[in-house]
Nanobody, 115 residues
Framework: QVQLVESGGGLVQAGGSLRLSCAAS????????MGWYRQAPGKQRELVAS???????NYADSVKGRFTISRDNAKNAVVLQMNSLKPEDTDVYYC?????????WGQGTQVTVSS
């Protein structure tokens, strides 16, 4: 059983910063991908950023240069540092682990950016 526990999120003014953390537990393969997705009501869940165990990262164009993803393989943890936040970044953010082709999701954390 794989579980993802998220922390962080909240309310911040435009231009501010937030940090999202996620830790995975259970049977986790050595080579995997962790990342963050976000979803607004009535919309599809979209990739924000992902990172492999070797450190290769991928970002949505809308967050490049503002968000940074990092991970600690020993702890099966991933962090998303979000800077220069914009109101359009307001969403529910979900931690994701792709473990041998199977996707696992956190419970979601709300990020709200006020203008």
């Amino acid at each position: 059983q794989v579980q993802l526990v998220e922390s962080g999120g909240g309310l911040v003014q435009a231009g501010g910063s937030l940090r999202l953390s996620c830790a995975a537990s259970g049977i986790i393969f050595r080579f995997n991908v962790m990342g963050w997705y976000r979803q607004a009501p009535g919309k599809q869940r979209e990739l924000v950023a992902s990172i492999t165990t070797s450190g290769t990262s991928n970002y949505a164009d809308s967050v490049k240069g503002r968000f940074t993803i990092s991970r600690d393989n020993a702890k099966n943890a991933v962090v998303l540092q979000m800077n220069s936040l914009k109101p359009e970044d307001t969403d529910v953010y979900y931690c994701n682990l792709n473990n041998a082709g199977v996707n696992y999701w956190g419970q979601g954390t709300q990020v709200t950016v006020s203008s």
